[in-house]
């Protein structure tokens, strides 16, 4: 079977209509993920008794398990046993279990930006009169961040890939329509071709802008 160029490079404009699915997904999960992120790691850092020994089960689920098997729970397990989930939409469930997902990575990827700022900072700041809350969010946390961008940048990346995987619950996005075109039209090659070409781009994309914030951000410091 011949390579057919033109069919090629007409898969372009066609996928790109549902390129918005796949970023939006990634954007907002990484957003959500980091919230939560944000909140787990000093918690579990605090080491609470009860408390940090629960953020750790969860990490370790979320990290431990394929998010395949996560979305299947949170789109058909769940519903059957709470039914005001039997509503969330194949969208909702995605971003649930990217934003899950992602947070469990994000906390490690914190907390270990946190560990990594000196302690006689906390220390310091602590001695002119700073409570440790002030200490912390003034501090050590906007270092940390700075520290944490490349990895919560992968993690963005990591997202926006996995975000394909929305085809299994019946959401039509980029990779559905290559696949769909794939099955109309025989041209296989072509549609897999140009949607990981399209991938490609949008990540490169993204990791471009990652390295104009790390620039940005590592001028104040």
Same mark, same amino acid.
């Given at each position: 079977?011949?390579?057919?160029?033109g069919?090629f490079?007409?898969?372009?404009?066609?996928?790109l209509?549902?390129?918005?699915?796949?970023?939006?997904?990634?954007?907002?999960?990484?957003?959500?993920?980091?919230?939560?992120?944000?909140?787990?790691a000093?918690?579990?850092?605090?080491?609470?008794k009860?408390l940090?020994?629960?953020?750790?089960?969860y990490?370790?689920?979320?990290?431990?398990t394929?998010?395949?098997v996560?979305?299947?729970?949170?789109?058909?397990?769940?519903?059957?046993?709470?039914?005001?989930?039997?509503?969330?939409?194949?969208?909702?469930?995605?971003?649930?279990?990217?934003?899950?997902?992602?947070?469990?990575?994000?906390a490690?990827?914190?907390r270990?930006?946190i560990?990594?700022?000196?302690?006689?900072q =906390?220390? *310091? &700041?602590? $001695?002119?009169?700073?409570t440790?809350?002030?200490?912390?969010?003034?501090? #050590? %946390?906007?270092?940390?961040?700075?520290?944490?961008?490349?990895?919560?940048?992968?993690?963005f990346?990591?997202?926006?890939?996995?975000s394909?995987?929305?085809?299994?619950?019946?959401?039509?996005e980029?990779l559905a329509?290559?696949q =769909?075109? *794939? &099955?109309? $039209?025989?041209?296989?090659?072509?549609?897999?071709?140009s949607?990981?070409i #399209? %991938?490609?781009v949008?990540v490169e994309?993204?990791?471009?802008?990652?390295?104009?914030?790390?620039?940005?951000?590592?001028r104040?410091?």
């Amino acid at each position: 079977m011949n390579f057919s160029v033109g069919y090629f490079l007409n898969s372009f404009p066609d996928l790109l209509k549902y390129i918005h699915y796949t970023i939006f997904m990634a954007v907002i999960s990484t957003i959500i993920g980091l919230v939560i992120a944000t909140i787990l790691a000093p918690i579990k850092m605090l080491k609470i008794k009860g408390l940090s020994q629960v953020i750790g089960v969860y990490i370790s689920f979320f990290r431990g398990t394929p998010l395949l098997v996560q979305l299947f729970v949170f789109y058909y397990g769940l519903p059957q046993l709470i039914k005001p989930l039997k509503n969330v939409t194949p969208l909702e469930a995605m971003i649930l279990g990217l934003s899950l997902c992602g947070s469990a990575y994000m906390a490690e990827i914190i907390r270990g930006a946190i560990e990594s700022v000196e302690k006689g900072q =906390m220390e *310091a &700041a602590l $001695s002119v009169g700073m409570t440790k809350f002030q200490a912390f969010t003034r501090i #050590i %946390y906007p270092q940390a961040i700075r520290v944490a961008i490349p990895g919560i940048g992968n993690q963005f990346v990591d997202l926006l890939k996995s975000s394909s995987l929305a085809f299994v619950l019946g959401l039509t996005e980029i990779l559905a329509r290559a696949q =769909m075109n *794939a &099955a109309s $039209s025989f041209k296989v090659m072509e549609s897999y071709l140009s949607l990981a070409i #399209i %991938y490609w781009v949008t990540v490169e994309i993204f990791n471009f802008l990652q390295r104009i914030i790390e620039k940005r951000i590592s001028r104040a410091y």
